[in-house]
């Protein structure tokens, strides 16, 4: 038996201009991407807009984002995701057995499952940037490198610093390593000797990391309302 699965992707999920050739076949896309504007507005305490990045091809990429307003990538690419699943259901008449999330990606993939509403979705996105604007961690980021376990395991015993971390297996042959720029650096820098393949990615913060965890906190009690 054939089974369909959809899967949401953390970061990396954003392209500028998106639904640049889809949005006037579709109606549908400016309204939802309107909604997360409206509702983005009251948590954020500003008025963020999404979707412009989402339909001009010439818009910002996620590296000058992930700089200069990761709050509004993270809405651009919750925001991407949901459309998507919305145009797939709706349009396409695709019913998933089963939706997956990858990261960040499991808030979108919870409010598509209709675990809570499209609003609480939002507010969740937007909750958690906050969160991350009061307890910054110290400057970081995230670094995939073309590692077994095993030999990432190697890696980040050899630079020894307590929060460099492997934070997501993606296959057999690649890792996501976490941590302070000065640990990424120093995974880096090995990983070149060793002839590994090692690549920044365009994120505003160590995800997956113990670094997080006062703003986890602030998360938790921030969406102690949605059930």
Do not use: K
């Not at 640049?20 to 939802?32: D, G, K, M, Q, Y």
């Not at 992930?66 to 651009?76: E, S, W």
């Not at 993939?109 to 499209?118: D, E, I, K, M």
């Amino acid at each position: 038996m054939t089974r369909t699965v959809v899967l949401f992707p953390g970061q990396g999920g954003y392209a500028p201009g998106i639904f640049a050739n889809l949005h006037r076949e579709h109606p549908s896309i400016a309204a939802t991407l309107g909604r997360v504007e409206q509702v983005a507005e009251v948590p954020s305490q500003r008025v963020i807009r999404i979707t412009d990045l989402l339909l001009d091809p010439d818009a910002p990429g996620p590296r000058e984002l992930a700089t200069t307003d990761p709050g509004r990538l993270h809405l651009a690419i919750f925001g991407t995701e949901i459309v998507i699943f919305q145009l797939l259901t709706q349009e396409y008449g695709i019913q998933p057995d089963l939706v997956m999330g990858h990261s960040f990606g499991e808030i979108a993939a919870l409010t598509a499952a209709g675990a809570y509403p499209l609003d609480d979705g939002i507010r969740m996105v937007c909750l958690r940037d906050r969160a991350l604007q009061e307890a910054p961690p110290p400057p970081g980021g995230m670094l995939a490198v073309s590692a077994g376990s095993r030999r990432a395991d190697a890696l980040i015993a050899a630079v020894d610093d307590w929060n460099t971390v492997i934070a997501t297996y993606n296959s057999p042959e690649q890792v996501v390593v976490s941590g302070s720029t000065r640990g990424l650096e120093a995974v880096a820098t090995v990983a070149a000797a060793l002839g590994l393949r090692a690549t920044r990615l365009d994120v505003s913060y160590p995800f997956h990391n113990r670094l997080l965890a006062q703003a986890a906190q602030i998360f938790r009690r921030g969406i102690g309302d949605i059930r």
